[in-house]
T-cell receptor, first 115, second 115 residues
Framework: AQSVTQLDSQVPVFEEAPVELRCNYSSSVSVYLFWYVQYPNQGLQLLLKYLSGSTLVESINGFEAEFNKSQTSFHLRKPSVHISDTAEYFCAVSDPNQAGTALIFGKGTTLSVSS | DVKVTQSSRYLVKRTGEKVFLECVQDMDHENMFWYRQDPGLGLRLIYFSYDVKMKEKGDIPEGYSVSREKKERFSLILESASTNQTSMYLC??????????????FGQGTRLTVV
């Protein structure tokens, strides 16, 4: 069965610093990969996804993630964070051979941005 | 915009009560999911449904049941609520195989407290 490991439970950073949130998944076969963000007292919103094609995917608010098949990783990066990026971030994986089946989530990384 | 609506944001119930959590989606999605979110544990899948009247157990189905009588509605039932079911419950939906893959869309969550 698939599993997802988010290597850091909490990441504190200062505003305008770069950040990387790490995610590794268990399977070496094809996967779909996702990053979701959860702001306080809200549901999850899709941040970005990798389905196929370019291994570097970007979101509209400056985040990017790179799919690395050999290292089974999908780390999330932002070159300069804002206070408003404070949230919990979840990495998730699904099996492309079973489209629409449930996403498997990591345990989440809390990003805290301070001034 | 896709909308997944959960009937309550906050709910307080007594131990032993039968509890119904309702979820409605307006995008004609085949798949619907119920997750439970706890600090440090991430999201854990309780049940999912890939069609009307169809259901599959997730990772933690014990103490829960589900009902899907109509495509747009997926209910989570706590047969006899216990304090260890105090949690945030998240509903999600997505297209199934026939539409190709899309990401899951989440509701705002229901924070259930069992006293």
């Amino acid at each position: 069965a698939q599993s997802v490991t988010q290597l850091d439970s909490q990441v504190p950073v200062f505003e305008e610093a770069p950040v990387e949130l790490r995610c590794n998944y268990s399977s070496s076969v094809s996967v779909y990969l996702f990053w979701y963000v959860q702001y306080p007292n809200q549901g999850l919103q899709l941040l970005l996804k990798y389905l196929s094609g370019s291994t570097l995917v970007e979101s509209i608010n400056g985040f990017e993630a790179e799919f690395n098949k050999s290292q089974t990783s999908f780390h999330l990066r932002k070159p300069s964070v804002h206070i408003s990026d404070t949230a919990e971030y979840f990495c998730a994986v699904s099996d492309p051979n079973q489209a629409g089946t449930a996403l498997i989530f990591g345990k989440g990384t809390t990003l805290s941005v301070s001034s | 915009d896709v909308k997944v609506t959960q009937s309550s944001r906050y709910l307080v119930k007594r131990t032993g009560e039968k509890v119904f959590l309702e979820c409605v989606q307006d995008m004609d999605h085949e798949n619907m999911f119920w997750y439970r979110q706890d600090p440090g544990l991430g999201l854990r899948l309780i049940y999912f449904s890939y069609d009307v009247k169809m259901k599959e157990k997730g990772d933690i189905p014990e103490g829960y049941s589900v009902s899907r009588e109509k495509k747009e509605r997926f209910s989570l039932i706590l047969e006899s609520a216990s304090t260890n079911q105090t949690s945030m419950y998240l509903c999600a939906s997505s297209f199934g195989d026939s539409h190709g893959y899309t990401e899951a869309f989440f509701g705002q969550g229901t924070r259930l407290t069992v006293v």
